[in-house]
Structures are given as C-alpha cells and as structure tokens.
C-alpha cells in the first residue's frame, strides 16, 4: 500500500473549513443546521450538518477538479488500479449512463447482456443507440441468472462486428462471475472496449479470495458502487477508467451533463473516506466478511431444507468465479416461498434481507457484521425451518427464458412515439412501448421498440397464472399494454 493512501484530502479539506467556522452567505441555506428542522438537525447531528457544503473555490468543483477533488480522484484510481477515477454523486446509475453514453453515438450498436439495470437500458435511450442482446446463463435448479459466456459474446461480434462496446455485470447481484479476463480479451481482439457493470463488486479488487475486478480483468471502464458494500454513503459510487481505449475528457464532459450542479460534499468526502479505509483494510475488511460467511453457509447447510450456494456451483463458464460473502439461501424443502421468507424474518425477527425472489432469499455478509448478526440470521432460519420444513422437494415453475424479440424500432423511437393501450391478448405484431418483466429470472421479456409474439403473450401469460411477479407496464394486471400507435 501506498503511504499516499492515508491520506483524505477531500474530507480533511473540509473538516479543516469547518473548523474555521466561517460565516457563510452563500448556500445551502440551512447554515451549518441553523436554518433547519430543530428535530432534524439533533437527530442528524452537527458534524455532518457543518460539511454539508457547496462548490466554494477552496472545495473544489466535481465539474471541474483542480484541487482537493482531483487529488481525492487521483487517490481512488490508484486505489482501484485504473488511470482515472471520476466519483458519481448519482449512484452506480449515473456512473453506469456515463460509460454507455461516452462509447455510443446514436445509431451506433452495444452488446449487453439481456438482464442489464434499467441505467442501461435508459442510456441507451438517451444515447439514440441499438442494443444487441446476450441471454445470460440460466440456472434451472436456483432460478436466476448468471453471466454471459464468452462464446455467446465472440458470437455475437461476429454477427456484429460494427458494435461500438460490449457491456458485462460482474459480479452478479448474487455474486456469480464469470471469467472475465478471457472475454475482456476476445473483446478487445475485435478492437472494442468493454465496460464493466460493477455495482456489486467493490470489494473484489482488495482480496484474493474473491472474483477479480475489472479494473483487474484489463476491462475500459467499470461503474463500481462503492456505496453498496465499500462503506460510503448511499448514492456515492466511482467510474473507474483505463485510457487506451477510452478519453477521459470525454468521460468528464458526459458524467457532467448528467450530474447535478449541487453535487454533495457529504457524498463526495464519504468516497474520499471510504476509499482510504479500503486502500489500507480492504484485504482485511473483506477476509472478515468472508470468514464470517463462511460460518453462516457452513451452519446454514446444517439446517433441515436450506441450502447455501457455495463452490460447488463453480465450474462452467458462466459461474467461474464466486463471492462467497453472499448468501443465497435456497429454500430446497420449505413450504414457502422467498417473498414469503422475507416477510416472515422481517416479522417475526426484524430481519431485513437483501433480496428474495422464488426460491430464494440472498443475505449480504459484509465488513459491517459480526458473530452476533451471524448469530441471530442463523437462529432465525432454524425457526424457519422449524416451522416450514417438508420432506418432499417442492416442485418449481421451471424457470425458462423467452427468446429475444426483434427490435424494430430503436429504444429511443419507441419512447417517443405516440402511444395507445390495448388489450395485451390482442397485441401480437404491436410494437410494445414500455417493459414487461417477469422474476425470476428479472430478464426482460419485452422491451420498449421490440415487436410482440405470440410466443411472448403466452409466456406471460403462463407466468401471470403461476403467480410469478410481472413487472413494467403501467397496467400491473397486464390486462392492457402500450403500444406504438399507428404501426
Ligand atoms: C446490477 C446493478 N447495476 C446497477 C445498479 C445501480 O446502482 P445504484 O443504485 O447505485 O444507482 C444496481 C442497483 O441495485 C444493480 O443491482
């Protein structure tokens, strides 16, 4: 480690300015917490109230770094193994827009995998661009996603050498990843660069232990939410960038026209923060998350009907790597579901899970637990099983993927034109406005500009029937869709 990384110009430049307690007229108008909710401002607390500051010449601009902002940036990238770092105070969504938005001009294709963010998918629209899909591997037996191969991905920049980047989620929100480094080459033997979705992957560049990062992986640029599991405030994340393929200063003017003018410093100096604290623990930070994970898994498969996904599920190509400071617990011989796990931990022991979805609830083990929190999630699961064990292996829905529809007007045409609503069993041969997503697996099933089949229309309707959660359209019962008038 660099001895430069103890440093936190941007958070000590502002605690310093605090300290000096200037008299301020300019925004925000609370003041220091003077000018604020009496409740509010006790329960928030004076030291946050006191930097939460604005782009005052000796702060720095996020717009235009000069000072303790580029030094705090600069900090970061040699953090994270990339040339430059650029912090986003609108989430891994903002950082995710960037990339896309600096490697598409309209007209101009992008390879993603099908179950991409909706960050994705709303750049793209901005961009004018054209995606072209990659199904992501399924897993039957779990429900959900993975990643894509790298063959699907070679195959498809044969089918489209004019593609402008490749875009990959790594890890999954489950925390699978597939091999990055070999499809980050094929990529770049077509001469492309390729951006790395990497909201849950912020730990994965200070242990060993863990799937590579991207940055690691030789990959252009990665959105990496450094809010998510790296300590920082909600809604702080970074971009992190390699310069042989890709300009910065085009990355800077992109990240500003979609970033606020009023670009909070409590944000900003959490990162700065945030990344000190993984530049000198990181490896640390992770290995307690992980050995306290792998407790959790160990004494999880103890109990009657649970199975916790560890690396027996490694080994193709499409699950290559794992972070196993994520819990999947897979509810094998349980009478409920993973939405109904949810709610029974949530009730009856104030467990908040990260998420759940058919079969499934996924807990995150993180550098902020300890033997106690441990404790009580395995506790509570005994009582869970307790109370809903079953001999027999429940039968699921099999989880299938429906075939890619074809996209016939563009993304952004489509959210343009003049629409109508009509009833969904009707709509085959429509070009659909909105989505219609179905979990599991989360991957879209339609997409605004695609063309309607009746393939499509029964698949949802099979899984409306099953009961599965549909999700998209403005009509939540799918009774109606919105189309593209006149088409
Ligand atoms: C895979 C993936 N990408 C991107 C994002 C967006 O991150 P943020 O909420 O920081 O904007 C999320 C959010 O959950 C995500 O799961």
Redesign the pocket.
């Known amino acids: 480690m660099n001895t430069r990384q103890t440093a936190t110009p941007l958070f000590t430049c502002l605690r310093e300015h605090a300290a000096k307690n200037p008299v301020q007229f300019h925004i925000p108008g609370h003041k220091k917490g003077q000018g604020m909710d009496p409740e509010f401002r006790e329960f928030f607390g004076e030291a946050p109230l006191s930097i939460d500051l604005i782009n005052i010449e000796p702060l720095d601009d996020l717009h235009h770094p000069h000072g303790v902002i580029q030094e705090a940036q600069e900090l970061a990238a040699e953090a994270f193994g990339a040339d430059y770092t650029f912090f986003s105070v609108q989430?891994?969504?903002g950082a995710?827009m960037t990339m896309v938005m600096t490697v598409l001009h309209p007209g101009e294709k992008i390879i993603v995998p099908r179950n991409v963010?909706k960050?994705v998918l709303s750049a793209i629209i901005l961009a004018g661009g054209h995606p072209i899909f990659v199904h992501p591997v399924m897993d039957e037996q779990l429900g959900i996603a993975h990643g894509v191969t790298r063959k699907d991905v070679e195959r498809t920049l044969i089918l489209h050498p004019d593609a402008k980047a490749v875009l990959l989620?790594n890890p999954t929100?489950y925390g699978v990843a597939a091999h990055l480094e070999e499809i980050v080459e094929c990529v770049h033997h077509y001469g492309i660069p390729v951006l790395v979705?990497e909201?849950?992957g912020v730990l994965t560049h200070f242990h060993e232990g863990l799937p590579i990062s991207a940055m690691q992986a030789g990959a252009d640029m990665a959105a990496t939410?450094v809010?998510?599991l790296g300590g920082s405030l909600t809604?702080s994340?970074v971009l992190n960038v390699r310069a042989e393929r890709i300009n910065p200063q085009r990355v800077q003017s992109i990240i500003s026209m979609l970033t606020t003018t009023s670009t909070s410093y409590l944000l900003m100096a959490s990162l700065d923060a945030a990344r000190r604290h993984l530049a000198i623990h990181g490896h640390q930070l992770a290995q307690h998350a992980l050995t306290l994970a792998d407790t959790a898994r160990r004494r999880i498969n103890e109990i009657p009907g649970l199975h916790c996904v560890g690396r027996e599920l490694l080994g193709a190509e499409a699950t290559y790597a794992l972070d196993e400071t994520k819990l999947i617990i897979h509810l094998e011989r349980m009478n409920l579901t993973g939405y109904e796990a949810e709610k029974w931990l949530r009730k009856n022991w104030n467990i908040e899970v990260e998420l759940s979805d058919l079969y499934n609830i996924l807990c995150l083990v993180t550098p902020g637990d300890d033997d106690g929190t441990i404790q009580i999630l395995v506790d509570a699961l005994k009582e869970l099983s307790d109370t809903f064990y079953i001999e027999e292996q429940r039968e699921g829905t099999p989880v299938r993927i429906p075939e890619i529809p074809l996209l016939t007007v563009s993304p952004r045409d489509a959210f343009y034109a003049e629409t109508v609503s009509i009833p969904f069993t009707e709509s085959a041969g429509r070009i659909i406005a909105e989505f219609i997503m179905i979990y599991p697996p989360g991957i879209p099933v339609l997409l605004p500009g695609e063309q309607i089949t009746q393939e499509n229309i029964d698949y949802i309707l099979e899984h409306l029937e099953a009961g599965l959660p549909v999700q998209g359209p403005e009509d939540p019962h799918i009774q109606m869709v919105r189309v593209i008038k006149d088409w």
Do not use: N
């Open positions: 989430g891994t969504s995710i963010h960050s989620i929100y979705d909201a849950h939410s809010h998510k809604q994340s």
